[in-house]
């Protein structure tokens, strides 16, 4: 079963999840539901530097949206 | 004269003994570094010149013996001839090929091309598909030296069968020629009898075993993932501590969750964690059809996680495919007409069959949901956001996927020979599962593949689909995103 996350940055960079690359911001990434660690491909200009997430009960149409900051 | 005898006769007892205490199956090697970007992973091998992910193709090869084999084949050489245009570049099909996931006699074919590439199209029939597999292994059985090796409790028939292999078809090979070639990957299924689960030769699997893919004969995976049971014995591997610095796949962390445990992803971290756990210092590998005889659970593992997955979602697939051959047989229903039950020779082949044939036919239908699942998902997305511009404009729209995916299944199989004009589907239906087929019956074999390739509706569309991009024409009407999975 298919869950879908939208990873937030106010440009376009590469999304690792669980330290793989997986697709880019600001599109819907599908994956499998359950826990994660994201975080952005360098350079570390973003805050927070990761986010734990317990991807569940998403849509495509309500994806779970987590931001980071450019700093 | 008596003293003398004697002594000859403890002289060869003692040479049987020692010809039995030295017989052991070759072990896998033990692995001592760890490179998550190297070795037989799909993200590591080489594309090739004429090789895309835009259209990116897997195909799974059953099992069925040389039935299967011979099935695999025929079809590999219509994808040889089949011509498609991509990006502007003009190939046959079978270069855009990606991936292929095989059990049991498929992985004949899937390994020997594999390893050898256009030669399967030379010399692969009369190798091995016209040969008497079954007759050479009893030879080999009934030769005496082997006779007191298979008396040793460290190497048996299986290992013979692996010899054979070795020498007479895959001429040595290693999975390091396997990974020189680059793509497809060639995802070979075995049964682990232990906790009863499908294993795969893949550097996945190998590093969480700590052992050297790389040095392991082709020809033993093959015999692992054919090894019927009760005809032959299980292939054995040493499960080795891993390799300093080995870390388990990106999708294992956090898969094991306590709540998530009726989830696919928690399920295979479980059955990775098989190996991870030392105690179980022996994998004991038989024929992959025990756990999945179709071969499609690979791929689906590849989709929900794996290397298909990353690819879909950096945008990269535009047209995902996967031909299933299937080479199942069913013999006529005779039982549903008699009064008298069945003897127990029919109620023991019966329980052998139908659990594995359900599954199988499941098998390929959860991977069909799946991509129709992503395809109704995108169509939804689409509308939802048509619906905005015609009544609500203002509003900001649903975030896009990176791209959206083309999906196709294609069915091989006999039962589907119906479709095809002078062809009666009960000839192939009937057909025996073995290693030793007539010359007359693999030719048709072989012919038949191509046919039921081209009676698929869904293959159809793939090339009216591809065509119609290749010429700058609008998707044909007849082939809406969809109609690959339920036709048109």
């Avoid at chain 1, 997986?22 to 973003?46: H, M």
């Avoid at chain 2, 039995?20 to 190297?38: G, R």
């Avoid at chain 2, 020629?177 to 906790?195: H, K, S, W």
């Avoid at chain 2, 192939?428 to 191509?450: H, M, N, R, W």
Wanted: a negative charge; glycine letters at 6%; proline letters at 6%.
């Amino acid at each position: 079963m298919s869950e879908y996350l939208e990873v937030l940055f106010p440009r376009q960079r590469e999304v690792l999840i669980n330290g793989d690359s997986t697709g880019e911001t600001n599109v819907i990434l599908e994956l499998e539901g359950g826990k994660y660690e994201v975080t952005l491909s360098p350079p570390p200009n973003f805050t927070p530097l990761q986010h734990q997430i317990d991807l569940r009960n998403t849509s495509a149409m309500t994806p779970m949206q987590i931001k980071f900051e450019e700093i | 004269m008596a003293a003398s005898l004697s002594r000859s006769l403890i002289f060869v007892i003692l040479l049987v003994l020692q010809i039995a205490a030295c017989a052991h199956y070759p072990l896998n090697q033990q692995s001592h570094s760890f490179d998550k970007n190297a070795g037989y992973r799909f993200d590591n091998l080489n594309a090739g010149p004429r090789n895309t992910d835009s259209l990116f193709v897997c195909l799974t090869f059953s099992g069925g013996g040389t039935r299967a084999a011979a099935l695999a084949y025929g079809v590999m050489e219509e994808l040889r001839q089949t011509r498609i245009k991509v990006d502007g570049e003009e190939k046959s099909l079978l270069d855009e090929v990606d991936c292929i996931s095989s059990v049991s006699g498929g992985s004949f074919t899937a390994a020997y091309y594999g390893l050898f590439r256009e030669r399967l199209f030379q010399d692969f029939q009369t190798r091995f598909l016209e040969r008497n597999i079954q007759g050479a292994l009893t030879a080999r059985l009934l030769n005496p030296v082997n006779l007191v090796r298979v008396a040793s409790p460290w190497f048996s028939r299986i290992d013979l069968a692996g010899e054979l292999y070795d020498r007479e078809i895959f001429d040595g090979a290693t999975f390091a020629r396997l990974e020189q070639n680059g793509r497809p990957l060639v995802i070979m299924n075995a049964t682990n009898l232990g906790p009863g689960r499908r294993f795969d030769f893949t550097q996945d699997h190998f590093d969480s075993i700590g052992s050297r893919l790389d040095l392991y004969p082709v020809s033993r995976a093959v015999a692992a993932s054919s090894a019927f049971p009760f005809l032959l014995s299980p292939i054995s591997l040493k499960n080795y501590p891993q390799a300093e610095g080995y870390e388990p796949p990106g999708w294992y962390k956090g898969a094991l969750e306590p709540q998530d445990w009726a989830s696919r992803r928690y399920n295979a971290a479980k059955n990775l964690n098989v190996y991870l756990d030392k105690q179980n210092a022996y994998v004991h590998l038989m024929d992959g059809g025990l756990a999945d005889n179709i071969g499609a659970r690979a791929i689906l593992d590849a989709y929900e996680r794996n290397f298909i997955r990353r690819r879909i979602n950096q945008g990269k697939i535009k047209h995902l495919v996967l031909i299933v051959v299937n080479a199942r047989t069913e013999s006529e229903d005779t039982l549903s007409r008699k009064e008298s039950p069945p003897g127990i020779l029919t109620v023991a082949e019966k329980t052998a069959t139908i659990a594995m044939d359900n599954y199988s036919f499941e098998s390929v239908d959860k991977v069909r949901s799946e991509f129709y699942a992503r395809v109704q998902t995108q169509k939804d997305l689409e509308a939802a956001n048509q619906r905005l511009d015609q009544y609500c404009p203002q509003a900001p729209k649903f975030p896009p996927f990176k791209a959206d995916v083309d999906t196709y299944v294609v069915e091989i199989n006999f039962k589907a020979a119906a479709l095809v004009p002078d062809e009666d589907p009960r000839y192939y239906l009937d057909l025996p599962t073995s290693f030793s087929l007539s010359k007359d019956q693999v030719e048709k074999l072989i012919a038949i593949g191509p046919k039921l390739l081209r009676a698929s509706p869904q293959f159809q569309c793939l090339l009216k689909v591809l065509q119609a991009e290749a010429e700058g024409r609008p998707r044909p009407k007849e082939c809406p995103i969809g109609a690959g999975i339920v036709g048109n």
